[in-house]
């Protein structure tokens, strides 16, 4: 393997310009959220499909690794960092053309380089019959990187993978290929129809190590007639199960078509407000008790979520209706159009300067917290699940990563990277049974607080069978003792969630060992496929554990 020669052939291939390899630079393009990151070798921009082949065809004569990433926001599960040292990142943020929209078939097809935000402004202004989905992360998150890990969104269209249809691979062997709907050059159905002839074969680039993506479809939602939305907080937590399995029903019935994101009382702490650090007895983490004093103070529910309701006006009726008589007699069921969400920012300035007015502080808060029984703050987060349940993407929740490790969260240009904060997400799928899912809810919590974690959990239905159970675990970045804490609690939970038989539903790039702990004879296979393809072991050597790599380690 010649590293030196590689960079300097990339060099004559791109231009000097796009290949980074001073160690200041790639110390600040490597930074990421969670522990013990594998700083890349290099990180190379190129600007075409016909150079990534290129590129490719150099890495397998000078037996180098690459790693793609499209803007390399992959925030806690690794950002744009390798998995194996040496290896060069092959960032495509200057592939960014979106090359077609079709309004008839409602998809578009893009390179990877273009962002939640590109697309959605790009519909605004040309296609707005159509919309995006997006993610409740970055705007600058790239719509086909997150689709190729598998990300969810929020819409009807959430699955962002399954959504995906039609890619442009180049291969570890440097050829370009095409997949979905007849796989050639002519195919008159290649983003419309999904399965192509023969073995399917997308799945191989989605949490794989089978080529770099250059370009692919992506389904887009026709405009319905009517939208609207809802939020629906849980006041008693004993009554877990019995919301589950009721959102489980409406959403099997088709009443519910979001991708619902649930989430307990302290996850929606971290977005509306900072860690109390400052507070007498200021705990390490917030235990039950804790938790449950500082939700009080936000009128936060110990359970949570937001949905959007789409079709003709009678249909939003309908549903409307059916979402009442299964959870109203629960908790607390609101819906919102678009007038009453435009809305809501005057009626929260209204009641800020009431609070800030002296006389009127206790009229602000009898409004706020025994009226409307919701605070300032969380009614500023309604305007943006609002429009996130439209695809319009916003960096109001992302910004929770900011809750301990900074004394305020910045209100523009998000980055927890660049910002220091420690953060790892691990996200077991559970089945969506109320009791079940209660159950490991209860044991992961106790788990948390027995280790001196905070309990932050999330719950992303990606379909009406199965439940993401989203963990963060936040740690000090700067403070390698508590980043080893946060390490071993996150190994400690991904041994015993797949003991329970509960794999994750995405992986970061650390920790990758356990992966196929439970099933060698589907590794072994996975292995033996990728290294035909792969037979320099050049693309994204341990990936998800998979891969050789090209100095041959397992
Ligand atoms: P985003 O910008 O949406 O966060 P990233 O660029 O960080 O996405 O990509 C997340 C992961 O997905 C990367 O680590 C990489 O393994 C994989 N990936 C992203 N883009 C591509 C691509 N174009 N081809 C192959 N794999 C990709």
């Keep these: 393997m010649s590293l030196v020669r590689a960079l300097a052939r990339f060099r004559a291939l ?16 490597g930074r990421t959220t969670i522990p013990d990151p ?40 690794g950002t744009l960092t390798p998995a194996r040292s040496g290896t060069v990142v092959v960032l495509l943020e200057r592939m960014d053309r979106i090359l077609e929209v079709d309004r008839e078939l409602a998809f578009a097809r893009l390179e990877p380089g ?29 719509v086909i990187g997150n689709a190729l890990e598998r990300g969810v969104g929020q819409t009807p269209y959430g699955d962002h993978f399954g959504n ?30 999904k399965w192509g002839l023969g073995p399917y074969v997308e799945g191989l680039f989605s949490q794989g190590n089978f080529g770099i993506v250059t370009q692919a479809g992506t389904w887009l939602m026709p405009r319905p007639e009517a939208f609207g ?31 619902l994101h649930m989430f307990n009382a302290y996850t929606g702490l971290t977005v509306v407000t900072q860690h109390p650090h400052h507070r007498p007895g200021g705990a390490r983490f917030l235990d039950k008790r804790g938790a449950a004093a500082l939700a009080e103070e936000f009128c936060m529910p110990p359970w949570s979520f937001m949905g959007g309701l789409y079709g003709s006006a009678g249909e939003v009726a309908a549903r409307k209706r ?31 300067r009431m609070a800030r007015t002296p006389g009127m502080r206790r009229l602000a808060r009898f409004t706020t917290h025994r009226l409307l029984r919701r605070s300032p703050e969380i009614l500023a987060a309604v305007p943006h699940v609002h429009g996130l349940l439209k695809g319009q993407p916003t960096e109001f929740f992302v910004r929770h990563a900011y809750f301990k490790s900074h004394p305020e969260k910045p209100d523009r240009d998000v980055d927890p990277a660049r910002d220091g904060c420690g953060l790892m997400y691990l996200a077991p799928v559970a089945p969506m049974r109320g009791r079940e899912v209660h159950e490991l809810l209860a044991w992961l919590e106790a788990e948390h607080h027995e280790a001196g974690f905070d309990f932050y959990a ?97």
């Design 14 to 29: 791109l231009g000097p310009e796009h290949v980074l390899e001073d160690e200041a630079g790639l110390a600040r393009a």
């Design 229 to 259: 939305s809802y939020t629906f907080g849980l006041p008693r937590e004993e009554d877990f199960p019995a919301m589950l399995d009721a959102v489980r029903g409406l959403a099997l019935q088709g009443v519910i078509q979001t991708r």
């Design 458 to 554: 999330g719950l992303l239905m990606v379909n009406p069978r199965a439940v993401v159970v989203l963990l963060c675990l936040a740690f000090q970045k700067g403070d390698p003792a508590d980043a080893a804490r946060a390490s071993a609690f996150y190994r400690f939970l991904v041994e015993k969630t797949l003991a329970k038989g509960y794999p994750r539903y995405r992986g970061s790039v650390a920790f990758p060992e356990d992966y196929y702990a439970a099933s060698p004879a589907l590794r072994g296979f996975i292995e033996r496929l990728q290294a035909a393809v792969d037979p320099a072991g050049i693309m994204a050597p341990g990936k998800y554990g998979i891969g050789r790599g090209a100095a041959g380690r397992p």
């Design 322 to 352: 059916a979402l009442r008589r299964s959870l109203g007699r629960l908790g607390r069921l609101t819906f919102l159009d678009d007038r009453l969400a435009d809305w809501v920012p005057t009626a929260k300035e209204v009641l800020d």
């Design 38 to 77: 594998v700083p890349p070798a290099a990180v190379v921009r190129p600007g075409s499909a016909d150079e990534v082949q290129a590129l490719v065809r150099v890495a397998v004569e000078e037996g180098v690794p690459l790693w793609p990433a499209s803007r390399g926001k992959n925030w806690g599960y």
């Design 114 to 142: 273009v962002t939640y935000r590109q697309l959605a402004a790009h519909l605004a202004s040309h296609a707005p019959e159509l919309w995006p989905d997006c993610t409740d992360s970055t705007p600058e998150g790239s």
């Design 164 to 193: 995906l249809c039609g890619l442009e691979v180049v291969t570890p062997t440097g050829e370009r290929i095409r997949t979905g709907g007849g796989g050639f050059e002519t195919s008159r159905v290649w983003n419309a129809y």
